[in-house]
């Protein structure tokens, strides 16, 4: 059975990043990161966020995290402006950047304390942890340190520790890069079970298309930068739950696949030939002047 999406009007959609550009100051002058990127999320979508290295996609999550502020446009949530951190948006990195002297359980308590410290009594707060431990199923391993558990189960407590916040939208930096393959397919079966139980709201930057195709609502297809943008957005109709070996020879699984594989390795390929053009001219003109 699928979540429920809640559809928000055009005028007041649940996340809106409006037209938003980026730049940066350097020693040459300001680079463009991104230009003119917009995108509505409705509540309980899974978005993916795809496109080669250094097309603006962290900046993009960092912008909704509150960590950035857009050069121009700017990010809404339930109609109020983004313009600092706050516990509605939850980021996991790919580094878990878990407390190496903390146990699983206080990891996540550090962030329970902060976000419930005033609304929750102890006994709640306990309660409320391994709730969320037990989301990721780690509840065996509560009260092991980080040097204890494998790379894939810090991954889990720092998930936990993000939806122990309570967070209306979940910011994910490529959470499974660095896992090898098998733990990344149980983080994602995981992380579909999770989505289906709570409806978070989910922007997730990736560089894996079966994993965008396989997670995603919708995913966001960026094209390559400088003034990086929104190049295509798919719509991934597959009926959810999902599971991975039965989509392996889904022909609409399949279609979706190519199309972004399609945009990632011809489309924008061809728009990286296209803009070096006027570079390798101007190289053959100022080598004709010198020559002269």
Not at 68 to 96: I, M, S, W
Not at 178 to 201: F, G, K, P, Y
Request: charged share 25%; net charge negative.
């Amino acid at each position: 059975m699928n979540s429920p999406i809640i559809t928000d009007s055009k005028e007041n959609p649940f996340l809106n990043i409006s037209q938003i550009d980026m730049a940066f100051p350097t020693d040459t002058g300001s680079f463009t990161a991104l230009k003119s990127v917009d995108l509505q999320i409705d509540k309980g979508e899974f978005i993916s966020l795809i496109g080669h290295s250094g097309c603006g996609k962290s900046t993009v999550l960092n912008i909704v995290a509150g960590l950035y502020q857009a050069t121009k446009g700017g990010v809404l949530l339930k109609n109020k402006e983004v313009n600092e951190p706050g516990p509605e948006r939850a980021v996991v990195f790919q580094n878990h950047s878990l407390l190496p002297w903390l146990t699983s359980f206080q990891n996540v308590e550090l962030a329970v304390k902060q976000v419930f410290n005033k609304t929750m009594s102890k006994a709640e707060m306990k309660e409320w942890i391994e709730y969320n431990l037990t989301l990721v199923h780690m509840d065996h391993a509560m009260h092991k340190r980080p040097d204890e558990i494998s790379g894939g189960m810090k991954q889990r407590v720092g998930i936990a520790r993000a939806l122990a916040m309570q967070p209306e939208v979940l910011l994910m930096d490529e959470p499974f890069g660095a896992l090898d393959a098998l733990t990344r397919a149980h983080m994602q079966d995981s992380l579909m079970e999770i989505q289906n139980e709570l409806n978070n709201t989910v922007i997730m930057i990736t560089h894996d298309v079966d994993e965008a195709v396989l997670l995603s609502d919708r995913i966001v297809m960026m094209t390559n930068g400088p003034e990086a943008t929104v190049g295509e957005i798919l719509e991934v109709n597959l009926e959810r739950p999902r599971n991975r070996l039965s989509l392996a020879k889904d022909i609409v699984y399949n279609r979706l696949r190519s199309e972004v594989l399609t945009f990632l390795y011809e489309k924008q390929r061809k728009v990286e030939n296209i803009s070096e053009k006027p570079t390798a001219k101007k190289t053959i003109v100022k080598q004709a002047v010198n020559e002269s």
